[in-house]
């Protein structure tokens, strides 16, 4: 089992940055993949970006450079530093943990609550 604990979300400007931090406790962080997925009101849940355990990531094309995960084994932690933040970013951000180094959500078995993030034109 893996819980998972999303913060950082808020209302920011257009333009603006976020942090968003996933707490992981459970069974060993080292070894499993952890993901960032969003959901916009009225639309399905997809993929924002990836990494391993090693390191090696995966990203949304549309993010255009914009976003960045990375993970600090030792605080059992993955973030996600969003940039340049658009209106068509607003979501709730989810976190989530599995086996495989997928884009796809059902490929990963644990999910956190979600995290609000708002950005205003």
């Known amino acids: 089992q893996v819980q998972l604990v999303e913060s950082g979300g808020g209302l920011v400007q257009a333009g603006g940055s976020l942090r968003l931090s996933c707490a992981a406790s459970?069974?060993?962080?080292?070894?499993?993949?952890l993901a960032w997925f969003r959901q916009a009101p009225g639309k399905q849940r997809e993929f924002v970006a990836t990494?391993?355990?090693?390191?090696?990531?995966k990203y949304a094309d549309f993010l255009e450079g914009r976003f960045t995960i990375s993970r600090d084994s030792a605080k059992n932690t993955v973030f996600l530093q969003m940039n340049s933040l658009k209106p068509e970013d607003t979501a709730v951000y989810y976190c989530a943990a599995g086996a495989l180094y997928s884009s796809t959500s059902n490929h990963y078995a644990y999910w956190g609550q979600g995290t609000q993030v708002t950005v205003s034109s």
């Open positions: 990494i391993t355990s090693g390191g090696s990531t």
């Open positions: 459970g069974r060993t962080f080292s070894t499993i993949v």
